[in-house]
Nanobody, 126 residues
Framework: QIQLVESGGASVQAGGSLRLSCEVS????????MGWFRQVPGKEREGVAG???????RYADSVKGRFTISLDNAKNTLYLQMNSLKPEDTAIYYC????????????????????WGQGTQVTVSS
């Protein structure tokens, strides 16, 4: 069973940067996909960025050019580098993972993921 632990959430001012980390353990396959999602109270959890272990990535339009998802296999850690942060980026951020393969279109769909972390809070003030 895959286990995910996020860290790196904080309070920052608009225009600032943060890097979220998600430590991954328990997987045995080299073929899987991972993503970052975020949620604010009263709203659906939305996909922010996703990637396959083959390197393919996908981003939500709202974060393209500002956020970068990456995977360090040596450290078993997924990252989300967030630059030029805006108040509307404020949310609880979750990492997610599952085994196998999905089409790129589905990397930002939460129902495609079985394993989830506990979340980390990001607050951006204006």
């Amino acid at each position: 069973q895959i286990q995910l632990v996020e860290s790196g959430g904080a309070s920052v001012q608009a225009g600032g940067s943060l890097r979220l980390s998600c430590e991954v353990s328990g997987y045995t396959s080299s073929n899987y996909y991972m993503g970052w999602f975020r949620q604010v109270p009263g709203k659906e959890r939305e996909g922010v960025a996703g990637l396959h272990t083959d390197g393919r990535t996908r981003y939500a339009d709202s974060v393209k050019g500002r956020f970068t998802i990456s995977l360090d296999n040596a450290k078993n850690t997924l990252y989300l580098q967030m630059n030029s942060l805006k108040p509307e980026d404020t949310a609880i951020y979750y990492c997610a993972a599952d085994r196998g393969h999905v089409d790129d279109l589905y990397l930002l769909i939460k129902s495609q993921y079985l394993y989830w972390g506990q979340g980390t809070q990001v607050t951006v003030s204006s």
